[in-house]
């Protein structure tokens, strides 16, 4: 192989496979042509770096490894196909434009509003951390739900704090534990319902590839069969990142320990730690 031939490595890259690196080759291509279209506005979009989740890409000189890990999560949504890979990341590029994620981000979010609903804490035991989402942790429904576009910028804020937590060198993945612990009947408003089903589309048209589990702990049965109705429309691999979990640190405790080392899982899910 020629030295400009050669690839930079980490040990995420190394698990590339053959059809992965076709994809990758094809689709890095592309960037400067990518970021020309996400960007009519710029002249120099074309040879402009752009900062995404951290890493630096240069579509003039992407050959970086920590770049190829990020292009990677674009195709491996779109089943390694370059085109749709480019669509889906120019639809992000401008999302993330017009969202403003990065305003989003510096924003001061009401602290007895949003503050016990979303935790990072601890890693699992291939290093991925781990984020809490705590659907019960605030009865004030009208106050988390009823600004819809306040409730979506504080959920990617929180997205992206979780984000800062991997190096795209070693983990580009997360554990989610999604708690419903105190959610009722009562608690899927319209309101609520709406801002959820906005985060959805949200994290699934731009946020590719992020999750390595997510556990759904503490599920009240009335919410249980909705998991079931759900689970036909989503693919395979979702689903076999998905487990319900019942309630108590003892059954929750159960699923999540052989994932989870004791010193990193709070007493309330059946670890050792203090938690938060």
Known sequence: MLEDDKEPQNLLTEKFTEAEWKALKEF???????????????????STSYNLWGVIINPLKPKDARISVVLMKFLRARNLNPAEAKEMLISTLQWRKSFKVDEAMKEKFPEDVFGKLGKTYGRDKDGHPIAYNLYGANKDLDAVFSDTQRF??????????SIALLDFETVDQMVQIHDYEGVSMSSRTQASKTAASEASSIFQGHYPEFLAKK?????????????WIFKPLLSAATVAKMNVVGSGPKIIGTALLPLIPADQLPKRYGGDAGGF
Do not use: C, H, Y
Request: charged share 25%; hydrophobic share 50%; proline share 7%.
């Open 215 to 227: 556990f759904f702990v503490n599920v009240p049965s009335f919410l249980t069969w909705i998991f």
């Open 152 to 161: 979506l910028r504080w959920r990617v804020a929180f997205m992206e704090e």
């Open 28 to 46: 890095r291509s592309t960037l400067p042509e990518t970021f020309k279209e996400a960007f009519p506005e710029q002249d120099d979009a074309g």
